[in-house]
């Protein structure tokens, strides 16, 4: 029985953060952050699911690409080290909001229906999310480009130069 895991988190549930080490000797962490909703997330008062059970954002300091975080009831060293790895919330979607771990493995066609492939990956690349296809043929997430997300993604390949 693995005794390090005392959440209830499920298949519903999604990644956020991911808690790498301990910083200090007051109970901070250091994280590696895995949402694009940083802010919202990590929030003081955010509640979050780690490997010690639920856990309430106290503070944040850094940067959202690295941050240092607290959470309330954790105040040394060997209780950060207790929240070591992933770090979730429940599974919800906004309209027009996909997760991307509902995109990859999905099949990827043009509007006439030929087929491109499956997407392999996704990339954060500055302004927009880009799906890789087939591990060859990349796909910016905008408007112009992905033209519906459905039971399979319907995308405009952008013209070479």
């Given amino acids: 029985m693995d005794r390090r895991s005392?959440?209830?988190?499920?298949?519903?549930?999604?990644v956020v953060g991911v808690v790498r080490a301990p910083h200090g000797i007051k109970g901070e962490v250091k994280v590696d952050p895995r949402t694009d909703r940083f802010d919202e997330r990590f929030r003081k008062g955010a509640r979050?699911?780690?490997?010690?059970?639920e856990v309430r954002v106290a503070s944040v300091r850094g940067t959202?690409?690295?941050?240092?975080?607290?959470?309330?009831?954790?105040d040394d060293?060997?209780?950060?080290?207790?929240?070591?790895?992933?770090?979730?919330?429940?599974?919800?979607?906004?309209?027009?909001e996909h997760l991307w771990v509902?995109?990859?493995?999905?099949?990827?066609v043009t509007p006439e229906g030929?087929?491109?492939?499956?997407?392999?990956?996704?990339?954060r690349a500055g302004g927009a999310d880009v799906l890789v296809v087939n591990d060859d043929l990349m796909l910016p997430m905008i408007d112009s480009v992905i033209r519906d997300?459905?039971?399979?993604?319907?995308?405009?390949p952008q013209e070479e130069a």
């Fill in 48 to 53: 979050l699911m780690s490997a010690a059970g």
């Fill in 77 to 96: 060293r060997s209780g950060a080290e207790r929240l070591r790895g992933e770090l979730r919330v429940a599974r919800e979607r906004r309209e027009g």
């Fill in 6 to 14: 005392s959440s209830r988190s499920t298949d519903a549930d999604v």
């Fill in 102 to 108: 509902d995109l990859i493995g999905k099949r990827v």
């Fill in 149 to 156: 997300i459905g039971d399979v993604i319907v995308a405009t």
């Fill in 114 to 123: 030929t087929e491109l492939g499956t997407v392999t990956e996704i990339l």
């Fill in 64 to 74: 959202p690409a690295e941050p240092i975080v607290r959470f309330e009831g954790i």
